[in-house]
């Protein structure tokens, strides 16, 4: 995951090809590895999209999973709300 939100300690994702050795990079570093974080409005979205990358399936209504996105989400950005994941399978 890449931390894009200032405020949180991020920066630009450009910053990580000018600090990383080119060797790494050309060989695919970056490829499918770096899941992006964005503040503001997009946070929510960012978190989601992290957590299916990361083998998050829909969580079911009716069935409380320790250790779901949504637990997750109410700790780092407020809360991801209806249509979150959780990482139980």
């Known amino acids: 995951a890449h931390e894009n939100d200032p405020d949180l300690g ?3 994702f450009s910053r990580m090809f ?3 050795p080119q060797e790494l990079i050309a060989g695919g570093l970056y490829k499918d590895l770096a899941k992006s974080c964005f503040p503001g409005r997009h946070r929510k979205v960012s978190l989601v999209l992290l957590a299916k990358s ?3 399936t829909p969580a079911r ?3 409380r999973v320790s250790g779901s996105i949504a637990e ?3 700790l780092i950005s407020g809360g991801i709300g209806e249509g ?3 990482l139980a399978k």
């Open 18 to 20: 000018e600090v990383t």
């Open 54 to 56: 990361l083998g998050a």
């Open 84 to 86: 979150s994941t959780s």
């Open 61 to 63: 209504a009716d069935l």
């Open 10 to 12: 991020g920066c630009q």
């Open 72 to 74: 997750a989400g109410d």
